[in-house]
């Protein structure tokens, strides 16, 4: 994928004098580094990890439970992904659960990384 700019010369009738500059490359993709990246997304994907492992403790049973209880709010757990952007509204319903459960999130972004 590339995004080009068009510059057309001023007072030219034909496309002779015109260049297509590109403006964003692939490698430029790549290569971005937006520091706050982690701030911006997976917030969800952490919730409901630290979610799980507080009122789970490793207990399978208890694991479906929670996702139940998430699914039943509209929310799919095993289609969030760390990369989706972050939905207030589904953090906010994260937390309704969390509460339901008697379970205290942390707001450590740090929290769940590998």
């Known amino acids: 994928m590339c995004i080009f700019l068009l510059i057309h010369v001023k007072g030219t009738a034909c496309n002779k004098h015109s260049a297509a500059v590109p403006l964003i490359t692939d490698d430029f993709i790549a290569n971005a580094r937006i520091p706050f990246h982690s701030s911006i997304m997976g917030k ?16 399978s049973f208890q694991e479906l439970n ?31 659960v969390a509460q339901a459960f008697q379970v205290q ?4 972004p740090a929290f769940a990384r590998t």
Not at 44 to 59: F, M, P, S, Y
Not at 80 to 94: L, S, V, W
Request: no cysteine; net charge positive.
């Open 44 to 59: 969800t994907k952490r919730l409901i990890d630290e979610l799980i492992q507080k009122k789970a403790q490793g207990n």
């Open 105 to 108: 999130l942390t707001a450590n």
């Open 66 to 96: 929670i996702q139940m209880k998430l699914m039943f709010k509209g929310i799919d757990v095993k289609k969030i992904t760390p990369e989706m952007p972050d939905d207030p509204a589904t953090i906010a319903k994260i937390y309704e």
